[in-house]
């Protein structure tokens, strides 16, 4: 399977796909005819994978970000990413045969086929299964405790988000356990009171902070009590 990614969609067509599969992601021009050649060798090479990978097209011309975060230095570029992470990765022309075994190294293996197919179904019994194979496994102990965040359970929730490094997924979903544990007030109203106290009191900032991670960067609101909270600490 094959897509087209930009910066916008990059975090969510390509990072996030990662968690579930390997993803290679391709960088080249229009400009370059080696890079479009390479593009429908690349194509047939993806699709006997029969699925199992993901190829994400990404124009350097219309996406000088990405080529920055990926320090790209020559096209065509390959990378392969699981994870969110780069397994693997190749700048400049390669021969067919270099380019497939490349590939083959990033088919899952049974367990890892096995542990995506636990992910899409996503309850907690299968999130569950995936920790008994993978303890760390971030994004299942992100879902799982989102389901204990839910169920009242937040205690269990932070616990289990302890096990992990702290990242957006994770402190957003330790954010929201926090803030279950206290009374559903507006959330206007709670950053009003606890602003007031956020530069003396440790633990007013922190709710402060929690309850800007839930509503999160979308909410028009955030932006304003991050500027307001900025001015109250500095």
Not at 46 to 60: F, M, P, S, W
Not at 122 to 128: F, I, K, M, V
Request: hydrophobic share 45%; charged share 25%.
């Amino acid at each position: 399977m094959a897509i087209d990614v930009t910066e916008e969609t990059f975090e969510t067509e390509v990072l996030a796909r990662s968690a579930a599969g390997p993803v290679l992601a391709y960088l080249w021009t229009p400009r370059s005819e080696a890079c479009v050649a390479f593009a429908q060798v690349l194509d047939a090479i993806i699709a006997d994978t029969q699925g199992k990978v993901l190829l994400a097209k990404i124009n350097v011309d219309d996406n000088p970000g990405i080529v920055q975060a990926f320090r790209v230095q020559a096209v065509p570029a390959m990378f392969a990413l699981r994870d969110g992470s780069i397994m693997g990765e190749f700048q400049g022309p390669l021969a067919e045969a270099t380019v497939r075994q490349f590939v083959e190294q990033m088919l899952p293996t049974a367990t890892q086929e096995h542990i995506s197919a636990l992910l899409n179904r996503g309850d907690e019994q299968s999130l569950t299964e995936v920790l008994e194979i993978e303890p760390g496994h971030e994004v299942a102990i992100v879902s799982l405790a989102t389901i204990l965040t839910a169920r009242g359970e937040a205690e269990a929730a932070l616990a289990l988000l302890a096990r992990v490094p702290e990242t957006d997924d994770v402190r957003k979903a330790a954010a929201a356990a926090r803030l279950s544990l206290r009374p559903q007030d507006d959330y206007d109203q709670q950053l009003g009171q606890l602003l007031e106290i956020v530069k003396t009191d440790d633990e007013a900032r922190q709710q402060f902070v929690d309850i800007l991670e839930v509503m999160g960067i979308e909410d028009p609101r955030t932006a304003g009590w991050r500027k307001k909270l900025t001015m109250r600490l500095y």
